[in-house]
């Protein structure tokens, strides 16, 4: 006979894509979007000017990417 699964593992397989849906609800929303585009002319303008910081930041989101992807391994 099968076991049923918890519930624990029902929820971590539910709660990315829930929360991944409920991100684009709210990004969708026409003043939120007008906001992020305002932003983003800024941020453009802003790295273009300032190389250095660019790099940096980049570096520091890899180095995130990294240490999510070691912390979400299969622990032996």
Known sequence: MAQRPHASDILKQVVPPLTVWAIEALLKRPKISKAVEKLDKRARKNASKNRTMLAAGIAVIA??????????????
């Open 63 to 76: 180095a995130g990417i990294g240490l999510i992807a070691t912390a979400s391994s299969s622990k032996k």
